[in-house]
């Protein structure tokens, strides 16, 4: 693991058909192994050091969970792909999802992950304007005729309401296939609002 202070690149291939139980072992050992080693005082920070995983949440133990934040401030990254947040152990699924800086969402999303994505993304204020429209009619009798005038009354009304930048409704049925809604994060913590991004572009 100490060959990553160097430029290469690297792919761990687990014959998890033969064995699942030590494929299982393996890939959490390289995970921990990669926290561990990127977070040490003699890793070679001029290079950035990122260890993909799929089907993260069978990998990720209270110890990565918990080293996300830290590789990030070591010029290193954990990209963690799963099918549902709750793949993750339910133990570590708020520390994972709170921790992880850049955040994407494709289409399929389950409604609860949406709910946790929509919460997260927050909530904006926008003008909601209402129109109205009313009209009426006036009867008149004046001793020598008699009679009615007709009048139209329209109002426009504006106000500032909160709303979701992205409801969980909004996420479920409004990314396409083939997109996905990404919210990116700086080093430092700040991050930006989710946007769609057409991935084959």
Same mark, same amino acid.
């Given at each position: 693991?100490?060959?990553?202070?160097?430029?290469?690149?690297?792919?761990?291939?687990?014959?998890?058909?033969?064995?699942?139980?030590?494929?299982?072992?393996?890939?959490?050992?390289? +995970?921990?192994?990669? =926290?561990?080693? +990127?977070?040490?005082?003699?890793?070679?920070?001029?290079?950035?050091?990122?260890?993909?995983?799929?089907?993260?949440?069978?990998?990720?133990? %209270?110890?990565?969970?918990?080293?996300?934040?830290?590789?990030?401030?070591?010029?290193?990254?954990? =990209?963690?792909?799963? /099918?549902?947040?709750?793949?993750?152990?339910?133990?570590?699924?708020?520390?994972?999802?709170?921790?992880?800086?850049?955040?994407?969402?494709?289409?399929?999303?389950?409604?609860?992950?949406?709910?946790?994505?929509?919460?997260?993304?927050?909530?904006?204020?926008?003008?909601?304007?209402?129109?109205?429209?009313? /009209?009426?009619?006036?009867?008149?009798?004046?001793?020598?005729?008699?009679?009615?005038?007709?009048?139209?009354?329209?109002?426009?009304?504006?106000?500032?309401?909160?709303?979701?930048?992205?409801?969980?409704?909004?996420?479920?049925?409004?990314?396409?296939?083939?997109?996905?809604?990404?919210?990116?994060?700086?080093?430092?913590?700040?991050?930006?609002?989710?946007?769609?991004? %057409?991935?084959?572009?």
């Amino acid at each position: 693991m100490r060959d990553i202070n160097r430029p290469l690149r690297v792919r761990v291939v687990l014959p998890e058909a033969e064995y699942p139980d030590a494929s299982v072992i393996l890939a959490r050992l390289v +995970v921990s192994h990669f =926290v561990q080693t +990127v977070s040490s005082a003699d890793s070679n920070r001029s290079i950035y050091k990122c260890l993909v995983v799929d089907e993260a949440g069978r990998y990720v133990d %209270d110890y990565v969970a918990r080293g996300v934040q830290r590789v990030r401030s070591h010029n290193a990254g954990l =990209v963690l792909l799963t /099918q549902s947040l709750a793949d993750f152990r339910a133990d570590v699924r708020e520390t994972v999802f709170g921790s992880t800086g850049c955040k994407a969402i494709f289409a399929g999303v389950n409604p609860d992950d949406a709910r946790t994505f929509s919460a997260w993304f927050g909530d904006h204020y926008r003008f909601d304007v209402t129109l109205g429209r009313s /009209q009426h009619v006036s009867r008149y009798d004046d001793g020598t005729r008699t009679g009615e005038t007709h009048g139209e009354t329209r109002s426009v009304s504006v106000r500032q309401v909160e709303r979701p930048r992205w409801s969980a409704s909004d996420i479920i049925t409004g990314i396409p296939a083939g997109h996905a809604l990404i919210s990116l994060a700086r080093s430092s913590g700040r991050r930006g609002g989710p946007f769609l991004v %057409d991935l084959r572009a």
